[in-house]
C-alpha cells in the first residue's frame, strides 16, 4: 500500500528529527548506549552460599557488536530474528559464555551449570538494536562450608572489547570478603550506568573472595530477564527497553522501514543526514585547530580551504565505508573499535610529519637568510634599517627571512587525510541502520550526505580562516600588527607539530 503526501512528510519529519536528534546530545558520536555504540558490558553476580555458588551474568551488547552477532541468530537468513530463533539462541549463547568464565573453590575448579538464560534485542540508535543476554549458573559445593575458604572467579568473555565490566558478591548463609568489590550493582545489572562513572567505566575482570561460614540468609534467587531451561521466554524484559538513557530509540525505523522512499522522504532524510554531519563537523576533532594554523600560516587560499574540506570529508566517508565493511564481514577477527586508536595514531603521526616539515622550512629559510646578510657583511659596505633592508647607495633589498611558507596540494591533501581518518560512529550508525533494513544503497547515500554536511561547514570555516590569513598578510598596511607577520609561520609550525604530539599521546594511550 502506497502512502500518500501527508504521509510522506510525517515520515520525512520524523527521520529528519530522529536523524537530528542522533547527534543533538553527543556530536562527536551517537550513542543510544551510553558507554558507546561499540561496547560490550559485563555484569557478574556471585551469591555463594553454604551448598552451592550461583551466578548471576549479564552480556549488554552496544549496537555495533549486537548488528554483528543478529547475523548469526538469523539463522534462517530473511533479515531479521525472530522471537524463535532468540529462544533457539539462549541456551547455546550461555553454554559458551559459561565456557570462558572460571571458577574454584580453594584450588579446585568448579563446574558451572546453566540453570537460565534470557536474550533480548533492545531499541538503540538509528533503527539497531543492543542485544541483552542474562545467563544463570549453579556450581554445586561437594561439602557444605563449615569453614574459611577462599573462592576465585574471573570473566575471560569478549577480552579484547571495550566497555564496563561490573562484579558484586554476595553471601546467602556465608559472609564474604571481596577487596575492591561492592555488595550491590551501581548500575543495576546493566540497565542503569552511573554517569559520574561513564568517562572512567569500571573494569573488574576478576574476583578473590574469602568466605566463612554463617551470615543472613537472602530469599531464593529470582531474576526476571531469565527463564528456566526448556520454559518459553517471557516479556519481562521489555521492560528494559527504556531502562538505557542517552538516546533516540526508535525515530528512524519509520524512515528505515518505510515500503515507499518517495521523492520527498528521501530528500529529508538527506537533509538531515547533511545536517548531522554538519552537526559532527562543529564537534570537536577533525584538526580544525591545525586547518585553522595551516591555512593562515601558509597564506592559503579559498580553493585551498574548499580543498582541504574535501580532503577530510572523502577520507572520512570512506573510513566510514570500510568500517561497515569490516563490521559486516570480519568483527569477530579486528573488533572495529579496536581501529580507532590505531587510525588515530596514523592520523596524529601525519600531522607532526607535516608540522615538523613545516618547522623544518622555517629553520632553513631563517639559515639562509643569515648565510646571505653573513655574505653582505664580508663584501659589500652597506647600510641596513631597522625591518632588514640593506642599502648600497640607491639600491636596496631585504635580507629578512620571508614569511611564507610554500602551500603544496600534497601536504594539503595529507592534512585532510589526517583529519578525517577516525570515521564518525554516527555516520556509521546510519549506514549500517539501513544495511539491516535491507537498503544498503540507501545507507551509502545518507553516508555521502553526511560527509558533504561535513564538507559544507569545514569548508565554510576553511574560507573564513583564507580570509583571515589574508588579512594577516595585509598586517604591514595595520601599523604594529606587522611586527607579528615575520611570527605567524613559526606559530603555524609549533601549533601543527604541538596537536600532532597530542593527538600522537592520545592514540597511544588508547591503544596501550
Known amino acids: 500500500m502506497r502512502r500518500g503526501p501527508r504521509a510522506a512528510l510525517r515520515v520525512a519529519a520524523v527521520a529528519a528529527f530522529g536523524v537530528l536528534a542522533l547527534g543533538a546530545g553527543l556530536p562527536s558520536h551517537a550513542s543510544a548506549h551510553p558507554l558507546g555504540n561499540f561496547t560490550i558490558n559485563h555484569y557478574a553476580g556471585i551469591r555463594v552460599g553454604r551448598d552451592a555458588i550461583q551466578l548471576d551474568v549479564v552480556i549488554d551488547m552496544a549496537e555495533i557488536p549486537a548488528f554483528s552477532e543478529q547475523r548469526q541468530l538469523d539463522t534462517n537468513g530473511d533479515g531479521t530474528v525472530s522471537p524463535a530463533e532468540l529462544a533457539a539462541a539462549r541456551q547455546p549463547a550461555c553454554t559458551q559464555l559459561g565456557s570462558q568464565l572460571t571458577l574454584s573453590v580453594g584450588s579446585r575448579p568448579m563446574a558451572l551449570q546453566t540453570t537460565a538464560a534470557g536474550m533480548e534485542l533492545l531499541p538503540g540508535a538509528g533503527g539497531l538494536k543492543t542485544l541483552r543476554t542474562v545467563c544463570e549458573y549453579e556450581a554445586p559445593l561437594t561439602a557444605p562450608i563449615s569453614a574459611a575458604v577462599s573462592i576465585a572467579f574471573a570473566d575471560g568473555s569478549y577480552t579484547e572489547r571495550i566497555g564496563w565490566r561490573e562484579i558484586v558478591v554476595t553471601g546467602d548463609g556465608v559472609t564474604v570478603r571481596a577487596a575492591g568489590l561492592s555488595s550491590t550493582s551501581i548500575s543495576q545489572r546493566l540497565t542503569h550506568y552511573p554517569t559520574d562513572l561513564l568517562s572512567q567505566p569500571l573494569d573488574q575482570r576478576s574476583a578473590a573472595i574469602a568466605a566463612t561460614p554463617g551470615g543472613p540468609s537472602l530469599p531464593p534467587l529470582d531474576v526476571a530477564d531469565a527463564q528456566p531451561l526448556g520454559a518459553a521466554p517471557g516479556n519481562a524484559v521489555a521492560s528494559l527497553a527504556g531502562a538505557v538513557p542517552g538516546g533516540v530509540g526508535d525515530q528512524l525505523s519509520s524512515l528505515l522501514e518505510a515500503r515507499d522512499l518517495t521523492p520527498l522522504v528521501l530528500l529529508f532524510s538527506l537533509l538531515a543526514a547533511a545536517g548531522l554531519g554538519a552537526i559532527h563537523a562543529v564537534s570537536p576533532g577533525h584538526g580544525k585547530t591545525v586547518m585553522a594554523a595551516y591555512l593562515v600560516g601558509t597564506r592559503g587560499r579559498a580553493r585551498h580551504a574548499i580543498g582541504l574540506a574535501l580532503a577530510v570529508t572523502v577520507s572520512h566517508t570512506a573510513g566510514v565505508v570500510v568500517l561497515a565493511a569490516l563490521t559486516l564481514g570480519a568483527s569477530d577477527l579486528i573488533p572495529p573499535e579496536r581501529l580507532y586508536p590505531v587510525l588515530g595514531l596514523a ?94 544503497a540507501f ?5 555521502i550526505a553526511f560527509g558533504v554536511g561535513m564538507a559544507v561547514v569545514l569548508g565554510g570555516i576553511g574560507l573564513a580562516l583564507a580570509s583571515a590569513g589574508r588579512l594577516i598578510e595585509r598586517a604591514p598596511s595595520l601599523g604594529r600588527l606587522a611586527r607579528f607577520a615575520p611570527v605567524v609561520p613559526w606559530a603555524t609550525a609549533v601549533i601543527v607539530l604541538g596537536a600532532g604530539l597530542l593527538l600522537t599521546g592520545q592514540a597511544l594511550v588508547t591503544q596501550l
Do not use: N, Y
Not at 545507507?443 to 553516508?447: F, I, S
Open 443 to 447: 545507507g551509502l547515500a545518507l553516508a
Open 347 to 440: 592520523s596524529g603521526l601525519t600531522v607532526v610529519g607535516i608540522g615538523a616539515w613545516l618547522l623544518l622550512a622555517r629553520w632553513r629559510d631563517l639559515r639562509r637568510a643569515r648565510t646571505h646578510a653573513h655574505a653582505h657583511d664580508h663584501h659589500h659596505p652597506h647600510e641596513s634599517d631597522h625591518d632588514g633592508v640593506h642599502r648600497h647607495g640607491p639600491i636596496s633589498h631585504s635580507h629578512a627571512p620571508t614569511t611564507e611558507v610554500k602551500l603544496t596540494w600534497r601536504s594539503l591533501l595529507a592534512l585532510g587525510l589526517a583529519g578525517g581518518l577516525v570515521p564518525s560512529a554516527s555516520a556509521l550508525i546510519l549506514l549500517l541502520g539501513a544495511v539491516a533494513a535491507g537498503r544498503p
